[in-house]
């Protein structure tokens, strides 16, 4: 298959690429930016995906401008739907990944898939729109909506706490300064998700939403005391005003059921990573 990825340089696009060519796909990173629609237009034409995996945007919820990401998170994504409904071959799978911050501060416990949307900040509106405005192509393109819970790696950048914890530590620093600190999460691993990405592409129903997680949230104290088991080291945490979030989601922690049941129809076992064996690959990455 030739599989089209946008967002292929970044964080998450990096291991997709690596796990969907060691799957024997053809892997193509866009070029065009998303706000372009003239120039999405001309790359669509040429590149005639058989897959698509939509990754880019605007991902950290603190980014400062708000209306970046409508600008491309939402029309940015209906740029690049558009463009691929028009040049003249139907992928067989659009993917879309959009977040589970949609669910916002709804539900405690274990949200699924026809948990309600309560978008708490700008970020999980715009993808709930991008979502909501996918489904306008339905009769165009065969659209697939992941929602990934929390995630991350070797390579992630430092202004998402985990990858910041494990700086501090990696480099023994006496002091973090953290926000919120009573928010709980999945904090998975970038390798499961990629290969649910996989199975999402091959197997995926358009139309459905499939939550990517595991089920596991975890407290960041409860982050900090494998990182120091790890290392040996612990260091003083200090609140900083200027990251705390009125707005924070509490607790994000999703229902897997619908993701592992494909995996089971299928024959697929998606890999377990445990916080522990994430967060040991972390820092030997860090010091590589």
């Known amino acids: 298959m030739r599989v089209l990825i946008t967002g292929c340089g970044g964080f998450t696009g990096r291991y997709l690429q690596a796990e969907l060519a060691a799957q024997g796909h053809e892997v193509v990173g866009l070029k065009a930016d998303l706000t372009d629609a003239a120039a999405l237009a001309a790359e669509m034409q040429a590149v005639q995906p058989d897959w698509v995996v939509h990754l880019a945007g605007i991902a950290f919820v603190g980014h400062g401008e708000p209306n970046d990401f409508y ?41 699924g898939e026809d948990t309600p949307p309560n978008p708490a900040n700008d970020y999980a509106v715009s993808k709930l729109a991008m979502e909501y405005m996918a489904r306008t192509f339905l009769d165009r393109l065969p659209v697939v909506i992941a929602r990934p819970f929390n995630y991350t790696g070797p390579g992630q950048p430092n202004n998402f706490v985990i990858p910041k914890l494990v700086d501090h530590f990696a480099r023994r620093a006496p002091v973090v300064e953290l926000g919120n600190l009573d928010v709980a999460r999945e904090f998975n691993d970038v390798r499961m998700v990629c290969q649910a990405y996989a199975l999402l592409l091959k197997h995926g129903k358009a139309g459905e939403l499939y939550n990517v997680c595991t089920g596991r949230p975890y407290t960041l104290q409860q982050v900090m005391e494998v990182l120091a088991a790890l290392t040996g080291h612990r260091l003083e945490v200090r609140v900083n005003p200027a990251f705390v979030r009125a707005n924070e989601v509490k607790t994000l922690c999703g229902n897997p059921s619908r993701l592992q049941r494909m995996a089971v129809e299928k024959g697929v076992a998606l890999p377990q990573f445990g916080l522990e064996e994430t967060l040991r690959w972390m820092l030997a990455e860090s010091a590589a």
């Not at 740029?79 to 405690?108: D, F, H, M, Q, T």
């Open 71 to 111: 600008r491309v998170n939402l029309m940015g994504t209906r740029n690049l739907l558009a463009a691929l409904a028009a040049c003249g071959k139907r992928p067989e799978c659009v993917l879309l990944a959009s977040s589970a911050n949609v669910y916002g501060n709804a539900a405690e416990g274990m949200l």
